[in-house]
């Protein structure tokens, strides 16, 4: 299992006291509870598909990780999902929905959102405000040291400063609220937490930049390859080509 260090270390902790981490060393299913859990309770992360993984669409290729835009792909041309189901889409093929630990990896995600006039994508990026998150002094304020990247567990730099590897902050300055995000500003509207991270092109005449957004809405996403995924079909598939 493919872990960032100390860094992932905090929410191994999360997983392992949700007994997540059991069923990830196992298997990589995870619960996990849908921040809108009211409507659709229980949903799960799917389990990656051997074939699927060999066959994945690899649209480019930056530091040893394949990506791909769903834009760009005959089946998902016109698919908007929320975002577990983004997610899931992408590790049925041994990836995830991107995270972006450099600017140059978020530099290629805001060319291409340029290029292809994108209006929006789902990221990785998620708030630790699930089960399991509950009474940690580190994580407050959420709105500054709650976020991670849900496809490698890593810990986000905090929102209100400029990440390490970035020589800018990339959260947008500006949203509905006219404040600097993370806003939860769909909260104040009707008491959904924006709990994901979308990267937004110029929605807020804000140019291409990070936002908090809620989960359900539906967008199309970018794929990055998941070690952890494509280690767990390696292992479990001998002499399979991925
Ligand atoms: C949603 O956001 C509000 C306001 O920040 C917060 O008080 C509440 O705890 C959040 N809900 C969850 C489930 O985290
Ligand atoms: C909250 O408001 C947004 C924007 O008007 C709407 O799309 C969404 O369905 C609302 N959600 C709920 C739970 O009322
Ligand atoms: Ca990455
Ligand atoms: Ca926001």
Known sequence: MQVQGAVGAWLLRVLAAL????????????????????NRPGRFLSLPVPQKCSQRPKEFNFRGHNYFFSGHQAQYRNSRLDWLDARNICREYCMDLISMESQ???????????????????????LCDFKGCENRRDLEPKSVFGWFWSATRG????????????????????????QRQPDNAEFDINGTNESCLAVLNNVYNDGIAWHDVACYHEKPFVCEDSEELLNYVASTNPGIRL
Request: charged fraction near 20%; aromatic fraction near 8%.
């Open 104 to 126: 140059e990896e978020n530099n290629l995600i805001f060319r291409l959102i340029q290029n292809e006039d994108v209006p929006y994508i789902w990221t990785s990026g998620r």
């Open 19 to 38: 007994g997540a981490l059991r069923a990830a060393a196992a298997s990589p299913a995870i619960s996990e509870a849908r921040p809108n859990g009211a």
């Open 155 to 178: 810990k986000m730099a905090p929102t209100n400063q400029t990440p390490r590897g970035f020589g800018y902050n990339p959260w947008s300055q500006t949203g509905h609220k006219r």
